[in-house]
């Protein structure tokens, strides 16, 4: 599913998938038990949450990293990043909310363990569904707000973790960094491929091919650069005080990585695979930040090299790319996410009623 160019989970997969989350929901009731608010996040969150909310009785919301909303502007992340056109981008959002359905005999487990009844899967459902809050982490000057989005639909801007790491935990990466100029740094985050090994030939070879350095990052993908004069792997590495070091990031576009990149202003080499990475991937490109995007099954030595050269060549170190990329970095800078996050959490706190 994940080395595949496209997001085909097999009848098997999806049967495993729903196997696997029984019981969750009861967790999640359990530990909400006597809370005022519980925020909901990622797929599963949204899936369950607010069944469990409104079985213990408390405000809930939604907390997301990518669009999750319907919208007439764009289709549904998953779905990559063509558009269908208005009528059409809505009616793929419906398409895809259809595959909830897959869940339906988890989440009538999950009421009727939870002493709710059994709940049609339209009319009042879709209803309170799209009345519920939603907190979205991504900023406007990524993904500018669709007109079409109602008021509980709020984009925040990003939220960044607290970190104060030391250069004291990374000795021999301080060593590389300081040994010559700003290096590429390399990684594919989470996602878990099987041809790791030849991913990062490519992207070695087209380096060196540009008389530039890199640091890779090991992740999921076990890439492995080696570790020279032009080459340093790492285990995790907090993105915040390593990608400011950097000259440029190739990486899989995942919400977080892409994120990071833009904080620390620098541009980006997309190389994207499944679920929301081609769309971030799209969003990097049409920012300014980014070349066109190259698949990760399609990259080359040759269209890899391209890349690079255009993203680190430049006037003063600094390409076009370079130069968007800080601009972005200022403006996203001056946003105050988690600010303003807090902010509808203490709004719904004061609602008397599940939002």
């Given at each position: 599913?994940?080395?595949?160019?496209?997001?085909?989970?097999?009848?098997?997969?999806?049967?495993?998938?729903?196997?696997?989350?029984?019981?969750?929901?009861?967790?999640?009731?359990?530990?909400?038990?006597?809370?005022?608010?519980?925020?909901c996040g990622g797929p599963v969150g949204t899936l369950l949450g607010w069944h469990v909310a409104e079985?213990?009785?408390?405000?809930?919301?939604?907390?997301?990293?990518?669009?999750?909303?319907?919208?007439?502007?764009?289709?549904?992340?998953?779905?990559?990043?063509?558009?269908?056109?208005?009528?059409?981008?809505?009616?793929?959002?419906?398409?895809?909310?259809?595959?909830?359905?897959?869940?339906?005999?988890?989440i009538d487990d999950l009421r009727q363990s939870l002493g709710l009844g059994r709940e049609s899967r339209t009319g009042p459902r879709r209803k309170r569904q799209r009345r519920w809050t939603q907190l979205c982490g991504f900023s406007e000057h990524v993904v500018p707000r669709p007109r079409d989005w109602p008021d509980n639909v709020h984009v925040t801007g990003y939220w960044w973790p607290s970190e104060n790491p030391s250069e004291n935990a990374y000795p021999g990466l301080v060593d590389f960094l300081a040994d010559g100029p700003p290096p590429v740094y390399i990684g594919l985050g989470s996602t878990a491929i099987s041809d790791g090994g030849r991913?990062?030939?490519?992207?070695?070879?087209?380096?060196?091919?540009?008389?530039?350095?890199?640091?890779?990052?090991?992740?999921?993908?076990?890439?492995?650069?080696?570790?020279?004069?032009?080459?340093?792997?790492?285990?995790?590495?907090?993105?915040?005080?390593?990608?400011?070091?950097t000259v440029a990031a190739v990486h899989h576009c995942g919400a977080g990585t892409a994120a990071a990149t833009l904080r620390a202003g620098v541009p980006t080499v997309a190389l994207p695979g499944i679920m929301d990475q081609p769309f971030w991937a799209n969003r990097l490109r049409r920012?300014?930040?980014?070349?066109?995007?190259?698949?990760?099954?399609?990259?080359?030595?040759?269209?890899?090299?391209?890349?690079?050269?255009?993203?680190?060549?430049g006037e003063n170190g600094r390409s076009e790319y370079g130069h968007r990329a800080a601009a972005l970095s200022s403006a996203i800078a001056d946003e105050s996410g988690v600010g303003r996050a807090c902010q509808v959490v203490e709004d719904l706190l004061n609602t008397s009623t599940s939002a």
């Open positions: 599913m994940v080395d595949g160019r496209r997001l085909k989970p097999s009848k098997d997969a999806m049967v495993g998938m729903r196997e696997d989350l029984a019981g969750v929901g009861e967790a999640v009731a359990a530990a909400a038990e006597n809370a005022d608010l519980l925020l079985a213990v009785g408390c405000r809930s919301a939604a907390v997301v990293l990518q669009p999750s909303y319907r919208t007439s502007d764009f289709g549904p992340p998953a779905l990559g990043v063509r558009s269908f056109g208005c009528v059409g981008n809505r009616a793929a959002w419906r398409t895809t909310a259809i595959g909830e359905r897959l869940f339906a005999p988890l991913i990062s030939e490519v992207i070695c070879d087209a380096l060196r091919r540009n008389e530039l350095r890199g640091v890779v990052h090991k992740g999921w993908a076990h890439l492995d650069g080696g570790s020279d004069s032009a080459m340093h792997t790492i285990d995790d590495v907090p993105h915040s005080w390593l990608l400011p070091r920012i300014g930040v980014a070349p066109d995007p190259i698949p990760r099954t399609r990259a080359t030595v040759e269209n890899l090299s391209a890349a690079l050269r255009a993203v680190a060549d």
